[in-house]
DNA sequence: GCAGTATTTAGAACTGTTCTAAACTCCTTG
DNA sequence: CAAGGAGTTTAGAACAGTTCTAAATACTGC
């Protein structure tokens, strides 16, 4: 029986955080289907129509909880709003303004060539590529 | 004389934008010396410090009208926080978490390959690359 | 089961930004 | 070069998104 919530018990578990209800609830709409991008506010609109009540400062906790598990990505796109990516694997991004749509693409294609090196005491965590497009 | 208000006013005016007092002050901190980042906190601290006074409320107007104007480029690094940069032209970010501390470098050597083509019905707007890298 | 710690919750607080409406300033015209 | 009107500035209120607080609740190890 795939998608249970025994899955996510014991991802949840595996991640050093307690499976309760409302984070299991949570990693079910996340993962459950194939690879999204979410607000705080749209999971919490998400997860109260699916009749499990989690309130709204318990997304922001799962969120960042998350975030810092390794289990979601945050994609800083736009002022004053973050977008929380499931897909945690190398891929970048087109967004599309005004509207705010976000979607992958992968990197396999995508090559990057003559970046300087780091500055002096600091080291390479991520690069990220925002392709912005319009209507 | 270089340098001088008579610089930033005609500047101002050739972008549409009345020269006021206030946004040639503003126009004088951001451009007369090199390229900078600026937040408009920052902006509001460094202009009452230079015994200027502009509201805090008229830097963020400002920063906005200019940034519609093409004089400024405005940057999206971090969640709750924007940056404003004086540079237009073409290049890319180091930023330096967690400082927040933003750093341009030219996209003269950087070649980008493998981009797959805009989603329909959009079209190419601007490519930004961040390279985030930790101390 | 029970105790003890982690988690959840509603609401307050906070941060960064925008709005409001009254006062002021730049610019044009007469 | 005075006056009028549109554009601008201002302080403070309002707002959006996020985090904090302290009390209530739920998970886990024993």
Same mark, same amino acid.
């Given at each position: 029986m795939p998608g249970t919530s025994l899955d996510f018990t014991a991802r949840l578990r595996a991640a050093g955080l307690r499976p309760t209800r409302q984070r299991v609830a949570l990693a079910r709409l996340l993962f459950e289907g194939g690879h999204r991008h979410v607000t705080a506010e749209s999971l919490h +609109?998400?997860?109260?129509?699916?009749?499990?009540? +989690?309130?709204? *400062?318990? +997304?922001?906790? *799962?969120?960042?909880?998350? $975030?810092? *598990? /390794?289990?979601? $990505?945050?994609?800083?796109? *736009?002022? /004053?709003r973050s977008y929380f990516d499931t897909n945690t694997g190398h891929h970048h991004h087109f967004f599309v303004e005004p509207d705010g749509a976000l979607h992958d693409f992968p990197s396999d294609k995508v090559t990057i060539a003559g970046l300087p090196a780091p500055p002096k005491g600091t080291r390479l965590s991520r690069v990220d590529v925002i392709v912005r497009v319009r209507r």
């Open positions: +609109v998400e997860v109260k129509s699916a009749q499990m009540p +989690v309130s709204l *400062a318990t +997304v922001y906790n *799962a969120l960042n909880q998350f $975030r810092d *598990a /390794g289990l979601l $990505r945050e994609v800083v796109v *736009a002022p /004053g």
